[in-house]
């Protein structure tokens, strides 16, 4: 397999992903009380919004790559 189709289908999975997801959650932990032997920590979810163009771009590029790279064989 060339490397070009490789390629090409990595960026059509991942503009569907990306289009399904429409982000990524994450989950991180933060100190909220600190008094010596003391500690309490709270879990906060936050999530990293991926709009729909970045999978559009991902999908139109995995695309032309992989009709460009079928034209030149």
Excluded: H, W
């Amino acid at each position: 397999m060339k490397t070009t189709t490789l390629i090409a289908i990595i960026l059509i999975v991942i503009g569907i992903v990306a289009f399904g997801y429409q982000g990524i959650t994450y989950t991180t932990r933060e100190k909220v009380v600190n008094l010596g032997p003391l500690q309490m920590t709270a879990e906060k979810t936050r999530t990293l919004p991926l709009p729909p163009i970045v999978g559009a771009i991902a999908l139109v590029g995995g695309i032309v790559l992989l009709v460009v790279g079928r034209k030149n064989d």
